[in-house]
Each structure stands twice: as structure tokens, then as C-alpha cells.
């Protein structure tokens, strides 16, 4: 199973991408990355309208959905372990071509089903530069402004 997320690139201002030279080198970059404790890239839609990048999926969410889910119970222990798998993917990433995250919150780092945590959307820089941020309509941040008054106590963010 893989994970898509569809880019916010907007159709009529890039019909059509060009692959560069340097975002060939980009998508190489991010094939061969290989980490217990980061997705695994497996590769992009480049064709307009359907801009998206499919990775691992990790089927237990993110860590945002597993802290704000009341009948999830974590202990200090699992709590302390995922913070280190936090820890060592981000090292991975640091010590790697991509050298930074550039974006990472809780709903950039995910879940596998033996509850391993694993760093999400990273890297492809030039790829990111061409979405449209004028409104992060696809955030987690901006749907819990958009909802947080209707939600009930058990869903509360």
C-alpha cells in the first residue's frame, strides 16, 4: 500500500512541469534514502492536473491523530519511543543530501502498524517552491480553524 499526497501546484500557472536536471536529481536523491524511521519514497505524479507524491503508507496515522485520539493510551514508555524514533529519523535526515526537514509538526510524522514513528514530507524542495501557499488549504492546521468550534468533546483537538 502507498500514501499520496496531491500537491497544491496550481494547473493553469504549470500545465506542464518541466523535469530539470535538478529535480531529476532530487527524485534520485529521494529513492535511495532508505531509514527505519523515515517514509519511503516511492515516486511522483508529474501530469497535470494530478501533482502528487506517493510514499509508504503507514496505516496507524500520523502522531497528530494518535495524540488527539482519547482511546489511544500512551504510556511513558511508548511516549519516550516514539520521540526517539523522532529523534533518529531526523538525525538520518540531517546527516543525508536533504540535510533539513523544512516543515515537520506532528502531521509529518506517522505511524506504521508496530507503532514505529517515521518522518514524512520531506525533501523535493524545488517541487514544494511551485505549490501555492497564499492559502494552506491542504494543512492540518487550517481545517482545525475551520472545524474546531463544531467539534465534539471526543474529537477536540
Request: hydrophobic share 35%; net charge positive; aromatic share 10%.
Amino acid at each position: 500500500m502507498v500514501a499520496i499526497k496531491k500537491l497544491n501546484i496550481d494547473p493553469k500557472k504549470y500545465p506542464k512541469l518541466e523535469l530539470s536536471r535538478k529535480l531529476l536529481m532530487q527524485f534520485k536523491i529521494m529513492k535511495d534514502l532508505q531509514h527505519d524511521h523515515i517514509t519511503r519514497f516511492a515516486g511522483a505524479c508529474v501530469d497535470s492536473p494530478n501533482y502528487c507524491i506517493v510514499t509508504e503508507y503507514c496505516p496507524k496515522g500520523s502522531l497528530d491523530d494518535i495524540l488527539n485520539n482519547d482511546t489511544i493510551k500512551l504510556d511513558k514508555m511508548m511516549k519516550y519511543s516514539l520521540l526517539h524514533d523522532l529523534v533518529k529519523g531526523m538525525y538520518f535526515l540531517h546527516n543525508s543530501e536533504i540535510r533539513s526537514h523544512g516543515k515537520l509538526k506532528t502531521s509529518n510524522c506517522v505511524v506504521d502498524s508496530r507503532f514505529v514513528l517515521k518522518v514524512t514530507d520531506f525533501g523535493l524542495a524545488e517541487l514544494h517552491a511551485m505549490e501555492d501557499t497564499t492559502e494552506d488549504v491542504d494543512t492540518h492546521s487550517f481545517y482545525r480553524s475551520m472545524f474546531d468550534f463544531n467539534l465534539p468533546k471526543l474529537y477536540r483537538w
